[in-house]
């Protein structure tokens, strides 16, 4: 019988999206918060990517570092992973819990960059409100713009190209 948590228990509740698992773990050892699996993510990074919103804040109410790297060759937030996953209700939860807006990860991505290749104006607005840099450019010397244009998302980086 486990008498302490296993940290690769609340990574798997938290990408299967078990919030009654989770909430038990982190009432026995918040700290379970800044750990990661074996492929570099946290528990916030993988209920981030799916989706679980209730994880998410549960996860913030137990002082998960909102801005916390993977370790694996990604080297991404959080908000990086929602955005990845298009959970666009979870990376508003984080952009409010103060995620770096500018962040780069592997490659040298911003969230605009990947929320402009998703074509997705709402999001590509929150961060741009919330001080993303539009002229961002990636390790490559491409932009938000470019990126949405490459996609198949000429309005939006046509928008784009207008704010810079």
Request: charged share 25%.
């Amino acid at each position: 019988m486990k008498t302490e948590p296993d940290h690769e228990d609340i990574h798997v509740a938290a990408k299967n999206g078990d919030t009654d698992e989770v909430a038990a773990l982190l009432s026995m050892d918040s700290r379970l918060t800044r750990t990661h699996d074996s492929d570099g993510w946290t528990p916030l990074h993988l209920a981030a990517h799916y989706g679980h919103a209730d994880i998410v804040s549960i996860m913030l109410h137990n002082n998960a570092p909102v801005d916390i790297r993977s370790t694996n060759t990604m080297a991404n937030t959080p908000l990086h992973a929602a955005l990845a996953g298009r959970r666009n209700d979870v990376s508003k939860m984080l952009i409010e819990a103060g995620a770096d807006v500018n962040a780069r990860q592997h490659g040298g991505w911003v969230p605009l960059h990947a929320a402009a290749a998703n074509g997705d104006r709402e999001m590509v607005e929150l961060l741009i409100a919330r001080g993303a840099d539009r002229a961002a450019i990636n390790d490559a010397g491409v932009s938000a713009a470019a990126l949405a244009r490459e996609r198949g998302h000429a309005a939006l980086a046509d928008s784009l190209d207008r704010r810079s």
